[in-house]
């Protein structure tokens, strides 16, 4: 198993540019989600998704968009990126049962200038 | 709204000697999961530990365990035998005990340095 994939691990933006940032997993997991860590302020979670075509809004959603065609795929796209986006990215999952442990994949460094 | 709190941004123990790591959290939920992660400069997140709150045992994982207080919201985290590999970022991270409810509500850190 690869566990949790994301591409890339690296990327500088222009201000207003738009971009998508992929995340894959290959356990199965009905639950993915995507958090951003800025410093001093641990991981806050962006949106997340219990299963295909579901998803929903977590802490700081503003910005960014998601979708959930495939259980695999969990893509986050930046509309029109800005300087408080800069920041790393990481994308999780996990099954949906009660007792489980959430794996993460290695998060993209995203700076926007 | 369910809080994380972890009031040590930096603590540091010699190699060999035992850390405890403070976190505190507020819900107003009965049962719930509480968890510590580790991540290493490479950014990679690590579980380390994991405790579910409707358990009075404390979780234990070869050097690491953990001191659950529930009634004071308390989870603070003791390496015994610090190693230089356990120097990293460790993060407290709450989630409730809901089918469904994978979010997970995370602490501010602890950035431990390891003293050799």
């Known amino acids: 198993n690869a566990g949790v994939t994301q591409t890339p691990k690296f990327q500088v933006l222009k201000t207003g540019q738009s971009m998508t940032l992929q995340c894959a997993q290959d356990?199965?997991?009905?639950?993915m989600s995507w958090y951003r860590q800025d410093p001093g302020m641990g991981l806050r979670l962006i949106h997340y998704?219990?299963?295909?075509?579901?998803?929903d809004q977590g802490e700081v959603p503003n910005g960014y968009n998601v979708s959930r065609s495939t259980t695999e795929d969990f893509p986050l796209r930046l509309l029109s990126a800005a300087p408080s986006q800069t920041s790393v990215y990481f994308c999780?999952?996990?099954?949906?049962?009660?007792?489980?442990?959430?794996?993460f994949g290695p998060g993209t460094r995203l700076t926007v200038l | 709204a369910q809080t994380v709190t972890q009031s040590q941004p930096e603590m540091s123990v010699q190699e060999a000697e035992t850390v405890t790591l403070s976190c505190t959290y507020d819900t107003s939920e009965s049962d719930y999961y509480l968890f510590w992660y580790k991540q290493p400069p490479s950014r990679q997140m690590i579980l380390v530990i994991r405790?579910?709150?409707?358990?009075?045992q404390n979780a234990t994982e070869n050097r690491f365990s953990v001191n659950f207080q529930k009634a004071a919201k308390s989870f603070s985290l003791k390496i015994s035998d610090s190693q230089l590999g356990d120097a990293a970022m460790y993060f407290c991270a709450y989630r409730r005990s809901h089918f469904g409810n994978e979010k997970l509500t995370f602490g501010t850190g602890t950035r431990l340095t390891i003293i050799p």
């Open positions: 405790q579910e709150a409707y358990k009075q």
């Open positions: 999780a999952s996990s099954f949906t049962s009660d007792y489980n442990e959430q794996f």
């Open positions: 356990m199965n997991h009905e639950y």
């Open positions: 998704s219990v299963g295909a075509g579901i998803t």
